[in-house]
């Protein structure tokens, strides 16, 4: 092939990105072609939408097939480029007079033929170099792909810390509306004790909000970390066959294996005794509130309690497995009432109350925007609270043993207490009720204890 026509052929086969000969391409549709690690970076930085480099147009497909074709067409383009490399006179053996033409894989060295034979060589794998260089290439690529997945799964859990912190400052001003509420509508003479709960809300709030910090800071720096390499071996892989394999094992010595996975801060929130909190609550106690009945395989109807504030991006199904389920024989149209519910030896439950509960075979109905519940659920080995309306989770330590319900019909409020603690975990603020509520239980996946 000519100088002219390699030019052309090469010119064809050009990223127009990194203005190298195509790496591992692919072809968006809008139909033009990209090295992958290239429109990768690219649309990285840009975010959405993704739009073609050249033209601007949209690309709908987020994942990318190899045009193998392409491939193997660059690939030939770098073979006939490095044939004409070896023509030079560094790449001819001083000995022999020969093209370098052969990569020895045991010593990392450039032989010509003749010295392939030699004694100190010929016990050794030989290759021609550009089989040699597209090997590497194709283990960078694969490299470069496990980088590109963890620089991925980095920015989700980014986002997943940012939401976190978001949701968690919001929490803890409403976490002070509640504790205010709950001094001044029960226990007005205990300003002091109120006064010592919110400050130490508030310090202890200020110290997770900087470890949500330090921590979203460190996986910051790791993911550009991991970025960097990635973009270090792309230009590795564009680099000419010969340089790429002198260079090779002296460039990049990562081991993902060895990488520390950041792991994400999870905040909680101590619950502090109330003082008095449980004499007053026995006040108005109530015995035999559920009727106890075993549902299999149970389905909550818009059982999907989901939050823009979620830390953990999940959604809230409740489904499948046998479940114990009970709830109130009578509904409560007035008055104060309050009752305990024992969930010690169970990871996943919902406790509360609502309006109507309509039963099938195997199938419960519950309104969602007619109830006032909490939910336990085990994920990862990780407890979290979080109520349904509004759908919220709760920072606060899991409850151990007995959960309080205390329904004030009158003033329209649902709270929670950890019966242990003597501590409220969440009380819905003053919302007028306008139907009848009846005590709710389900429990879920039993611990082995």
């Known amino acids: ?78 073979q006939a480029r490095a044939d004409h490399d070896h023509r030079s006179e560094e ?26 034979e030699r004694p100190e060589h010929a016990a050794h794998s030989h290759s021609p170099i550009h089989r040699a260089a597209e090997e590497s290439r194709e283990k960078f690529l694969k490299r470069m792909g496990s980088l590109w997945k963890k620089r991925e799964e980095m920015q989700l859990i980014l986002n997943q810390e940012a939401k976190k912190t978001r949701s968690f400052k919001k929490y803890v001003v409403l976490r002070k509306v509640m504790i205010k509420f709950e001094y001044q509508r029960r226990h007005p003479l205990l300003q002091e004790e109120e006064k010592l709960h919110l400050e130490a809300l508030k310090k202890e709030a200020k110290e997770i909000c900087l470890q949500l910090k ?23 892989c564009h680099k000419p066959d010969t340089e790429l394999l002198q260079v090779r094992n002296i460039c990049f010595r990562t081991n993902l294996a060895h990488m520390q996975k950041p792991q994400p801060v999870n905040p909680e929130l101590t619950c ?131 959960i309080g319900v205390f329904l004030d019909y009158d003033n329209g409020t649902v709270s929670f207490y950890d019966v242990c603690r003597a501590s409220l975990i969440y009380s819905f603020l003053p919302s007028p009720f306008s139907f009848p509520l009846k005590p709710f239980l389900c429990l879920r996946s039993p611990l082995i204890i």
């Open 1 to 78: 092939m000519d100088s002219d026509t390699l030019e052309t052929f090469q010119q064809e086969l050009t990223c127009s990105i990194c203005m190298n000969c195509f790496l591992d391409p692919v072809t968006i549709d809008c139909g033009h072609s990209f090295c992958r690690p290239c429109l990768s970076l690219c649309w990285e930085e840009y975010q959405t939408p993704r739009s073609c480099p050249e033209c601007r147009g949209i690309s709908e497909r987020p994942d990318l097939k190899t045009n193998i074709a392409l491939k193997r067409l660059a690939s030939l383009a770098r």
């Open 91 to 116: 790449q001819i053996c001083e000995t022999h007079q020969e093209a370098r033409g052969l990569f020895c894989e045991a010593d990392q060295t450039l032989l010509c033929g003749p010295c392939s």
């Open 214 to 236: 330090e921590n979203v800071f460190r996986m910051t720096q790791q993911r550009e970390s991991l970025k960097e390499m990635y973009r270090k071996l792309t230009e590795m």
């Open 272 to 402: 502090w005794p109330v003082t008095g909190i449980q004499d007053m609550l026995n006040n108005f106690r109530v015995d035999n509130v559920l009727t106890q009945t075993t549902i299999h395989h149970v389905s909550l109807d818009d059982a999907s309690v989901m939050s823009g504030d979620d830390p953990h991006g999940l959604s809230r199904q409740v489904d499948g497995g046998e479940s114990f389920v009970a709830w109130g024989a009578q509904a409560f149209t007035s008055g104060k009432h309050y009752w305990e519910l024992d969930v010690t030896h169970f990871s996943n439950w919902i406790l509360g109350v609502t309006k109507d509960i309509l039963t099938s075979d195997t199938i419960i109905h519950i309104n969602y925007e007619e109830a006032f519940l909490l939910f336990s659920e085990k994920v990862n080995d990780q407890y979290s609270l979080f109520t349904n309306s509004p759908p919220l989770v709760q920072f606060v330590k899991r409850p151990l043993g007995r």
